[in-house]
C-alpha cells in the first residue's frame, strides 16, 4: 500500500475477484480497502493461497493493467528503504513517476504512430553492432579504459572508479561505455547531476548509438513526457535511460551498466524521504543485478576511494606523463616566493598574479573565467566602523546589497532595513563582508573597461562562450565552456569554500576547483590562480591534479576521526522531547555510539548515531522499528530519520 507509515512498512494479503483475474498482474497499481479508506497500492506478488488465517478482503480496483513496477526495481526499493531506515511506500513514490492516463493509451507499437515529442520511442532495441569492439577513442589516454570497454562488450560486470583528465570530453567517454554495453547486448543507466550536464550527455549519446536508441528521464521534462520515457524504458523500447537522480530507478531490461558522473555533486541527493543518494542506489542496483558499475569525475569522493581500498572497484586513470600534458599551469597567491613579490597578495583579493593572468589572456585574445563561491552583489554585509556582521532586526537573518544603490535587505525574511544602525556602536555605513558574483564582474568590468563580461550563475546559467577575448564571471557549478578552452581560470575567495562548518568542505572545495580549471587550455597557453594558501591540502592536490591522493588522505583522516564513509552514521532530527523518545525506542546495536545533541534547525535539535560499517543493516533497522513504534501510537512531533546524511553539522 501507498502509506508511508514504519508501521505499516509491509505486505498485505488481498484476494482478487474473478473481474481482475486477468489485469491484476505483479507491478500493476491497484486500489485496496484499509481500515475503512480506499488507498492506493503496489500489486506485488500473486499466490494460489495465503499464510493469513483470518478473513482476506477483495481488491477494489486495478488502476491501470500497465505493469509500471519491474520486479527488479520492486527489490532495489526494498533494499533501498532497509538501507537507509525508510519505508517501501516512500521508495517506490521515488521510483515510480504519478500515472498520466493520456500517455499510456498513446500507441508505441511502431515509429509511426509515436507522438512528435517521442519520435525516439521506435520500440525496437535491436542493435545492428551487437557484440561489435567499440572504439575505445578517449580511453586510449588510461591504461586500464580499453580493457573497461572490451568487458562491457563481452558482457562481464566491471566495476570501476574514473578520475578523467582536465579538458576531458567526458560525455563521449560515457556514451563510449553505454556503446560497449549495448553492443554487448544489455542497457545501461546513467546519472547526472543538473539539466546542462544531461544535455551533453544526451547529445554524446545520440552522436554514438544514434536517435532513439536512449530516453532521458528529469523532473523538469513535465509529467508527460516525463511517464512517456518512463514507459518506454519499462516496455522495453529503449536498451538506455540517462537522467538526472529521477532516472536512478529507471527500469532497464537487461541491465549491464550503471554510472555516474560527479557522485560528490549535492545535487545527487534526494531531499525527500527516506533521503537516498544516487550513487549508492546505483551501487546497489549493480549488486543486484550483477552489473558494470562507472563512477567518473574530475574530483574524487572518499566513497570512491572506499570502494577502491575494499578492492569492490578498479582504478581508471592516466599516468603522470599524461596528466602532466594535459593540465593547464596552476599556481597559488598565498605561498612564500608570491607573497615576497606581493606583500599584499595575503590579503588582496585579486592579488597580482591573478589580475596579470587575466591581462595576459585577454591580449591573447582568449577567454578568462573568474569563479566566486557567492552569487548576488553583496550577500553579506558588515558595520563599515567596527566590522559587526549587518543582521536582521526581526529574524537575526543577514542582510544583503542587491546593487551598487539598493537598500539592503534580510537573505532570510526579505525585510528591507532601509534605517539599518550597527546595534554595537550606531554606525550607518555599510561595508562588504562577502563579495558576489555581479559585484566581481562589476569590479573586473571597471579594471579592463574594453573586454565584455559575461555572468552566469543562478538567475542566468551560460551552456558556452564564444573563443575570445572576454570576461565570465560564474558561481560554482555555472561555468560555461569556452570555444578552445579559457586562457586563465582565476579561483577567487577560496576561504568562503574552505571555512566552511562541514566536513566535506575540503573534498567540495576541491571538487569545484578542478571542475573550472579543467576549463582552461592545457600549459603554457592555459593558467589557473588560486587565491589560496599553496600549503593547504585541497591547494596541493590541484597543483599537481590529484584527485586520488587527496581523497585517500581525506579518507584515512575520516577513519581516524569515525566519520563516513569509514563508519556508517545516522542523523535523528526533531523537537528534543520526540528525538529523545525515538532513541528510548530504538533497540540499537550494543556497540553504537549517540552523540550530541547539537542544534538543528528551526529550534530542534540533532542527535547523532555512530556504529562500525559491519553493523549498518542493524542500525537502519532500530531505527526504522522505533519511528514505527512512534507511528503506531500516533506520536505528534516528527522526527527526521537521514542515514548518512551530506551535512552532519
Known sequence: MDVGLAHLDRPFDYLVPAELDDVAVPGTRVKVRFAGQLVDGWLLSRADDSGHTGRLAYLEKVVSPEPVLAPEIARLARAVADRYAGSLADVLRLAVPPRHARVEKEPHATGESVPPDAADLDGSTADPSAGEAVDPRGWRDYPTGPALLRALTDGRAPRAVWSALPGEDWAARYADAVAATVAGGRGAVVVVADARDLDRLDAALTGVLGPGRHVTLSAALGPARRYRAFLAARRGQVPVVVGTRAAMFAPVDRLGLVAVWDDGDDLHSEPRAPYPHARDVLLTRAQLAEAGALIGGYARTA??????????????????????????????????????????????????????????????????????????????????????????????????????????????????????????????????????????????????????????????VLTDVPGGAALVVATPGAEPAAEGGYGAVLLLDSWALLTRADLRAGEEALRRWLAAAALARPAPAGRVVVVADGALAPVQALLRWDAAWFAGRELAERRELGFPPAVRMASVTGPAEAVADLLAAARLPGDAEVLGPVPADEGRERMLVRVPRARAAALAEALHSAAGVRAARKAADPVRLQVDPLSLF
Open 303 to 460: 566513497e570512491a576511494q572506499l570502494l577502491l581500498e575494499t578492492g569492490w572497484a578498479r582504478e581508471v586513470v592516466a599516468d603522470r606523463a599524461t596528466v602532466r600534458a594535459r593540465i593547464p599551469a596552476i599556481a597559488p597567491t598565498g605561498d612564500d616566493p608570491q607573497l615576497a613579490r606581493d606583500p599584499g597578495a595575503a590579503t588582496a583579493r585579486l592579488p597580482s598574479l591573478a589580475w596579470t593572468a587575466a591581462r595576459d589572456a585577454l591580449r591573447a585574445d582568449l577567454p578568462v573565467l573568474v569563479q566566486v563561491p557567492r552569487r548576488g552583489y553583496l550577500p553579506s554585509v558588515s558595520c563599515a566602523d567596527c566590522r559587526t556582521p549587518a543582521r536582521c532586526a526581526h529574524c537575526a537573518g543577514p542582510l544583503a546589497l542587491p546593487s551598487a544603490g539598493g537598500t539592503p535587505a534580510c537573505r532570510w525574511c526579505a525585510r528591507v532595513a532601509a534605517a539599518y544602525a550597527c546595534p554595537e556602536c550606531g554606525g550607518r555605513r555599510l561595508r562588504a563582508a562577502v563579495t558576489g558574483a555581479r559585484r566581481t564582474a562589476e569590479e573586473l568590468g571597471r579594471a579592463f573597461p574594453d573586454v565584455p563580461v559575461r555572468t552566469s550563475g543562478r538567475e542566468e
